[in-house]
């Protein structure tokens, strides 16, 4: 994971980003970024999503649909990315 070391206030928070690839047996698959625990539970916010057809949908809404071979770039807590890499990974 990147971890913020240029930023006083991403060491003080442990905040780090994360690029995180979303595989055919994840969870995350079909469902509308509302749906996941992304937000909610795990307080990470996605800055961007990279389609695997290359496309880049930037500050992602709500209603955007997750899919296979989709590249989430993430800024949260360690822990929390750590936890939506396993989600991306597997049904979690």
Do not use: H, Y
Not at 77 to 89: F, N
């Amino acid at each position: 994971m990147g971890e913020f070391f240029d930023s006083v206030a991403g060491r003080k928070w442990g905040l780090a980003f994360e690029q995180v690839l979303i595989e055919n047996e994840s969870s995350l698959v079909g469902q509308v970024l509302r749906e996941t625990p992304i937000r909610a539970e795990l307080d990470i916010v996605i800055i961007s999503i990279r389609r695997a057809n290359g496309e880049m949908v930037f500050n992602p809404a709500a209603d955007t649909a997750i899919e296979t071979g989709d590249i989430l770039i993430a800024i949260g807590q360690v822990e929390a990315l750590s936890r939506l890499d396993e989600l991306a990974r597997n049904t979690g």
